[in-house]
């Protein structure tokens, strides 16, 4: 290999002691930290005493790129002449000749939903997640398992910014004993300053590429369908003090397997507009909860703090017509429901349906008219979580998919929308 010149980062991140069981470097795109982060890998395995180690990322191939080739810096060129390809029962891998024994670092991948499948039964050391926000759930939890039991157990983890609430973070970066570095463009020592400046000045154009790309900032991605919701400026920590409410209700969604979500909603007059305030969010993704019981929880103790802390009393409660189940057990708790406005007679032009729902949703974002209070008790983590997930297919059809609190909001938007700005 030729003589490599790290940053100060780089170094100060491959030699620092292995002291967390999980190492998440995430950052700009070309920042350098997946070269750096396949370096520390490297120096993991020849410390570790355990034999047989994994690299996933979301296909095979992607695996092998980024970490076992790496532009020529991976690992068969780390331990160019110590190392062979091989394949046995377990897969593909990596044979290394090392001081402390012989090592077989596996690489599968880890994108699809039965890609955990490839590695049950395996007994790992430590593991190496290429853009780990783009990996299945289950494969991520089930490398967790897989070193359990190891010697010296470490897990390493390479991301460019997920959006704010993707589910990698409060699922594995706030769960595990995690050390986190953030990394941007000056990290890299082969790009100049002149490139940097030059980069820059690019993505100053686009808000988004500025604050992902260039500040590596988490941040709602494009080619989601709610893109346009900032959360700098659509996200209050609580209701604006100079706002005029004129009106409350409650919109909901849910389903027999599905998450059931009811949001209070206000409509105030707020800086020449009339606007909506998303202000309360009762939320449960479980399936060991019976409706009955969330209906119990709804009635007794989410809605009577909504009137007491907001001082209002509701107009109405706007549930899907296809959640039957969730209005009777609503109403067997004394709370009259409608069925709410779902979209389906609606045509706008050459779009019908729910695309024009969503097209009112984006509308009323966009036109300063929807904002969200992000209220301790009920705050706002399903919400924002959703909306920077929910997205559209190759057709840009919606993906049934991180969608339960879209519904709602799209139901609790078509009665502002259509009574208040159309």
Same mark, same amino acid.
């Given at each position: ?194 490139? &940097? ?22 941040? &709602? ?202």
């Amino acid at each position: 290999m030729p003589a490599i010149k790290y940053s100060p980062k780089q170094a100060a991140f491959i030699t620092r002691p292995f002291l967390n069981c999980l190492d998440v470097a995430e950052g700009s795109p070309r920042s350098g930290k997946t070269f750096a982060a396949t370096a520390r890998f490297a120096l993991n395995l020849l410390r570790s005493r355990d034999r047989a180690h994994l690299v996933t990322g979301y296909s095979q191939e992607q695996a092998y790129r980024l970490v076992l080739e790496g532009d020529g810096f991976g690992l068969t060129h780390i331990f160019e002449g110590s190392c062979e390809m091989k394949h046995d029962d377990n897969g593909d891998h990596l044979l290394l000749h090392l001081p402390n024994g012989d090592k077989k670092v596996y690489y599968k991948g880890g994108g699809k939903v039965d890609s955990r499948k490839a590695i049950t039964g395996l007994s790992l050391g430590s593991v190496y997640f290429c853009e780990i926000d783009l990996l299945h759930a289950d494969m991520v939890q089930e490398c967790f398992r897989r070193t359990m039991a190891a010697r010296d157990r470490y897990h390493i983890a390479d991301l460019n910014p997920p959006a704010p609430q993707h589910p990698v973070i409060g699922d594995v970066f706030d769960v595990q004993d995690t050390y986190w570095t953030h990394w941007t463009l000056e990290d890299n020592p082969i790009i100049t300053p002149e490139r &940097i400046e030059e980069i820059r000045q690019v993505c100053l154009r686009n808000r988004f590429l500025y604050k992902r790309d260039f500040l590596g900032e988490r941040c &709602i991605p494009q080619g989601v369908i709610y893109a346009m919701f900032d959360q700098e400026e659509h996200l209050l920590p609580r209701m604006p003090g100079d706002a005029q409410p004129s009106e409350m209700f409650f919109a909901a969604d849910a389903g027999l397997t599905d998450a059931t979500t009811v949001s209070c909603n206000i409509i105030a007059e707020w800086r020449g507009k009339r606007c909506m305030f998303r202000v309360a969010n009762w939320y449960y993704d479980g399936g060991d909860k019976a409706l009955s019981i969330q209906a119990r929880e709804i009635s007794q103790n989410f809605a009577p703090y909504c009137r007491e802390k907001f001082k209002m009393r509701e107009s109405c409660w706007l549930v899907d017509p296809s959640s039957k189940a969730l209005r009777k057990e609503l109403e067997l708790c004394r709370i009259l429901t409608d069925g709410a406005d779902n979209n389906a007679r609606d045509v706008k032009g050459n779009k019908k349906g729910l695309a024009v729902g969503i097209e009112y949703a984006q509308n009323a974002i966009s036109d300063g008219r929807f904002y969200v209070v992000d209220e301790p008790n009920y705050g706002a983590y399903h919400f924002l979580q959703e909306i920077g997930l929910y997205c559209v297919d190759d057709n840009g059809n919606p993906i049934d998919k991180y969608n339960h609190a879209m519904d709602e909001f799209r139901y609790a938007n078509n009665y502002f929308y259509k009574r208040y700005v159309l």
